[in-house]
């Protein structure tokens, strides 16, 4: 049985320009899109308050105004910070890492997952590692071949399930003594995949496995989705 409350903080980054919803996102930033009559980013903040959690800090850039005036109607309490339009993922983590004092839950702003988050930050305090990362299986939709120089095939495999990260993860208050300035200053998502790989090579990566319900509403294809299927991932 969860706990009534999280004492945990969590990080919801939602700043970035969503280029590939189109037209939709001239007006509005990403996360105040509709799916089922509310907007995506309320859809995440009722899952995550029914499991406990209270703290939200939103690092916030393409159209902040908008995300911030709508937030804090629902949020009034909640830490707000805009590091631009150009800031990377990883830059905007690191801008408010005076607030990770705990393990802390990083989400990305356009994946909702029905994660149990008192387990998640159980497995991360038991890794004793610098970061976790929440990945789930998807299956490959091509067949996957390899070939040597010659031109001789080494490997076929029909449409594999690969693993892949799905957007949430728990850093540890050490997490940013681990990173140089290159790394946390790179662009876009580069930073955090950077990041990874580092902390890979120093044996500080643990890995949540995850197979329950989740969407990503990353682009016009995957709206359309969830507007047609949303009764088996949001609460109306």
């Not at 009534?4 to 919803?21: A, D, P, S």
């Not at 580069?190 to 090579?201: D, M, P, R």
Request: proline letters at 4%; aromatic letters at 10%; hydrophobic letters at 40%.
């Amino acid at each position: 049985m969860l706990p009534k409350n999280i004492k945990n903080k969590m990080i919801i980054l939602c700043g970035g320009r969503g280029k590939r919803m189109g037209k939709i996102t001239n007006k509005i930033p990403k996360p105040l899109i509709q799916v089922a009559k509310k907007p995506i980013i309320e859809h995440k903040l009722i899952y995550y308050k029914s499991q406990g959690l209270k703290d939200f800090i939103f690092c916030l850039g393409y159209k902040s105004n908008k995300l911030r005036e709508f937030l804090k109607r629902k949020l009034p309490k909640s830490l707000y910070h805009d590091a631009g339009v150009k800031a990377g993922i990883l830059k905007r983590i690191h801008l408010v890492k005076e607030h990770i004092s705990d393990n802390t839950i990083i989400s990305y702003g356009d994946t909702l997952a029905k994660i149990n988050f008192f387990d998640l930050l159980k497995s991360h305090k038991k890794s004793q590692c610098a970061l976790t990362i929440v990945a789930a299986p998807i299956q490959n939709p091509f067949g996957i071949v390899n070939w040597n120089s010659k031109g001789k095939a080494l490997f076929f495999d029909e449409k594999p399930i690969l693993n892949h990260y799905i957007g949430y993860a728990v850093i540890s208050p050490n997490f940013f003594d681990m990173l140089n300035k290159k790394i946390i200053n790179l662009k876009d998502g580069n930073g955090i995949v950077q990041a990874i790989k580092h902390l890979i090579k120093r044996r500080q990566v643990n890995i949540y496995k995850f197979k329950n319900l989740q969407i990503t509403i990353n682009s016009l294809e995957e709206l359309k989705y969830a507007r047609l299927n949303y009764k088996k991932y949001f609460t109306i």
